[in-house]
């Protein structure tokens, strides 16, 4: 770019050891490695982040907001500065049919995917990314140990490539590849460039009875491994929509703010003016200039802010005190191109740090808050759905302003309501609440926000949290059940109106805020030294404990004393709500037929006859998430939408997916057909956001429980289904129905779920 030099530029002359990056463990070892990709981007192998943070190796789920520990190198060799990263794209490791990879691999031998895209919080120093070129059969590379050693270099040479997977055989001599290599770069010194990433050893044979390493013999496969080629990691990070975070970016000479700019920082400045604001924009955006004592060019200087997203943020900030208008007017003009970012580096930065500072109740509420805060906008990334908040942030940053003023420049920004609203989730008069505040007010006084207009946003958060706070919602207590054979397993939450946080089961359990989880499930032996970044620790070889399950009647004891707890810490009034999250095949469980036989109960506990016990599939809504619009508009008009009642015995999906298009105030659908139509359409109807329902899990038509429903308002059936339930006790000739409720509250958070068990 001239006078403006990227750290991360690709640069040939960049030295191969500093591009090295070590991903540690808890304990301080050495995971793997990681390769630059920019000045805030690095890229290493999935298995190496979940080794780093103590996960199965091949854990599919992507790790959220969990972040690693990533150091640099030092060129005096030394350990160079440490930096944490969280994972922005998560690509785990499958077979080439797409399913997971098992164990450690061992069957499968090799793997396609296994990257991890991580996003620096700081940056790397002065050390450049180095250029990328595709892998092919015949070069010579070399590797390094994770721990960036200059003497842990092994040197291979590419026995084959069909792009997606390069074969490397090592040198006779010297170091090998072996564990704490995976994700290290494989370096071609002969073009001076990166080709891939390390991956996998072919370790020596072992005793299928013992484990132990059989005696070698000469043909055994010696110092062989495998790696994945830049031109799969370019592909991979494209198919996952990533590749944009990392490609390089030209100046636009078509942006239309390109002209405007340059002409505004023509008057504004030339000369010593220009290299001094130059020089301060590029120290807080992390880049290069030149110091041979030369100025940028206005061009250059307006090129580097239609290129770089927060350049012109920052440079707002530099004039905003002295030259309020001319800042104004950057801001104007910056508006017409679409890269400039609302944020300085340092705005984002303080904001994602006062963010993490956040207690799990706030936390566990971003996506309601942001729903509240921002009713009007288009569908929003989930904080919860393993891609962690990072990307909600992001997402709201490029939302423009929603004031009710009528000028353009007394907008409050989408991303500065919602901070004003997850600020008033944090206790009055609090650090943190305070914190956020202040960090608004500074960044709408960069923007030259008015105070009333920002005022105004912060009184519509403070009545929504009143709002809030006076919801007659009842406490809840949430229930994930899965399968285990003839078995089922239990992860439990309650939530008593602060977002839900789990709790452990059995006798111990306990809805106070002090109640801990039971440990997850069972970790899997891992086999000998597959993945190069595996754990050799040999005291992981026991296995922790396996996961409990229960029969239906020891789940509904466990579920007993979690609700009778919740009564302890929350008495009231008001029963809790049980919202059992299941899975689409799991609809029909009859859960609220589950009955405590404990010898030792006076009275039997039968759970949907004692609670209102209502189902809730969030993974259908995740499958069709286009239909999560529908979904929230059709709970806001929950008591005054219409009800839909199918009984069309020849209906089928189609049939009703053009049904609720057409009925677009339906919030209610009553299923009354044959079981062999009517599980299909339950689904249909909760795939498209009908939040209320109802069927009958018994054989035939004509149900009596479905008809008896159709007379209860749609804010009561869950008490209206309860009741029932208690009448079949107490006379199943009168009422032989089999109710089941479909409920999905948009206003109150489920859990992130794992919904597929190790």
Known sequence: MGWFRSVGDPSPSADPRQCVLSVRRRDGRSAGGAVLLGPEWAITCAHVVNDALGRELF?????GEAAVTVVGADPAGGEGLRHQAVTACWIPARRPDGSPVPGGGVETGEWLGDLALLRLTGLPGAAAAPQWLEMAQGQTLRSWHGSGLARSYADVRVGACDGRIGYLDGAPTGMAIGPGYSGGPLWSGGAHAVVGLVVAQFAPPADPATGAAVPHSPQHVVRRAWGVPWQRIREELREAGAWELVATRACDPDDPALPLLTGLLE????????????????????????????????REFAELLVTHPRALAALSGLLRRDEPHTAAMLLACGRFSEVPQLLSPSEERALH??????????????????????????????ALDGRGARRLWDHLEQLPGDSRAQSEDRRVPALLRAVEFVAVLCPEGSGQRARLRLWVDGVAERLATPRSALAERRAEAEEWARTAAARTGPPRVLVQVSRAGERYRLRVWCD???????????????????????????????????????????VRGAAEQPEETYTAAEAARALLDVLESLHRSAPGEERPLVETLVDSASLNLPVDEWESQDSGDLVPGVLGAEYQLVVHCPELL?????????????????????????????????????????????????????????????????????????WD????????????????????????????????????????GRPVLAWADADRTVPRLMLSEP
């Open 353 to 382: 740090t006062l963010l993490k500072e956040l207690p799990p109740e706030v936390t566990g509420r971003l996506d309601e808050v942001v729903r509240a805060a921002l009713p009007r906008a288009a569908a929003l990334p989930s």
């Open 697 to 736: 899990r018994s054989t035939g038509r004509q149900s009596h429980a479905v008809r008896h429903m159709t007379e209860v308002t749609t804010r009561a059936l869950p008490e209206g289904v309860r009741s029932y339930r208690a009448k079949t006790l107490l006379r199943p000739g009168e009422f032989p």
């Open 496 to 538: 008593e109106g602060s977002g839900p946080r789990q709790v452990p089961t059995g006798r111990a359990a306990s809805c106070s805020p002090y109640g801990g989880s039971r440990p997850g499930a069972a970790a899997s032996a891992e086999p000998r030294g597959e993945p190069v970044g595996a754990r050799q620790d040999p």
């Open 59 to 63: 854990a599919a789920e992507p790790p």
């Open 267 to 298: 008057q504004l400045a030339a000369g010593e003016r220009l290299r001094t604001l130059g020089r301060e924009v590029a120290d807080r955006c992390g880049l290069g200039h030149r110091t041979d004592g030369s100025a940028p060019t206005a």
């Open 622 to 694: 995740r499958r069709h998430e286009r239909f999560v619009p529908d979904w929230r508009r059709r709970w806001r008009q929950l008591d005054s939408g219409d009800a839909v009642r199918i009984t069309d015995e020849s209906a089928g999906g189609r049939e009703v997916y053009a049904l609720l298009l057409d009925r677009r105030d339906a919030v209610r659908v009553t299923v009354d057909v044959p079981d062999r139509a009517r599980d299909e359409i339950v689904k249909v109807c909760l795939s498209m956001g009908i939040p209320v329902v109802v």
